[in-house]
């Protein structure tokens, strides 16, 4: 079972950091992806990272703003959120796959993922 926290109420330039922890199986050997929902909209790729955190995509939207991280010896994986803006409000979603990734853009689709978390609502005001 994932579970994504961290969410909150942020004023545009603050900065937010989202974790998503597992329980009941090894987190670590899966390969994790984020993704969010605003109201309306389709669900959007956000960012991914391999299993050994080696390898990482962003969605255009997000580059050079938000960083996924890992440490597996600690389980969580991270999404530091900088220069938040308001088109960032959504719901985000933390999802993991034990599938192997080496790279490649299939990892920005849902069906990649098998696993997904409960939302957590992240608010951008301006």
């Known amino acids: 079972q994932l579970q994504a926290s961290g969410g909150g109420l942020v004023q545009a330039g603050g900065s937010l950091r989202l974790s998503c922890a597992a329980s009941?199986?090894?987190?670590?050997?899966?390969?994790v992806g984020w993704f969010r929902q605003a109201p309306g909209k389709e669900r959007e790729f956000v960012a991914a990272?391999?299993?050994?955190?080696?390898?990482?995509v962003y969605a255009d939207s997000v580059k050079g703003r938000f960083t996924i991280s890992r440490d597996n010896a600690n389980n969580p994986v991270n999404l530091q959120m900088n220069m938040l803006k308001t088109e960032d409000t959504a719901a985000y979603y933390c999802?993991?796959?034990?599938?192997?990734?080496?790279?490649?853009?299939?990892?920005?689709?849902?069906?990649?993922?098998?696993?997904w978390g409960q939302g957590t609502q992240v608010t951008v005001s301006s």
């Open positions: 009941g199986r090894t987190f670590s050997s899966y390969k």
């Open positions: 999802a993991a796959d034990p599938e192997p990734w080496f790279g490649g853009n299939w990892v920005m689709t849902a069906a990649a993922y098998d696993y």
């Open positions: 990272i391999s299993s050994g955190g080696g390898i990482i």
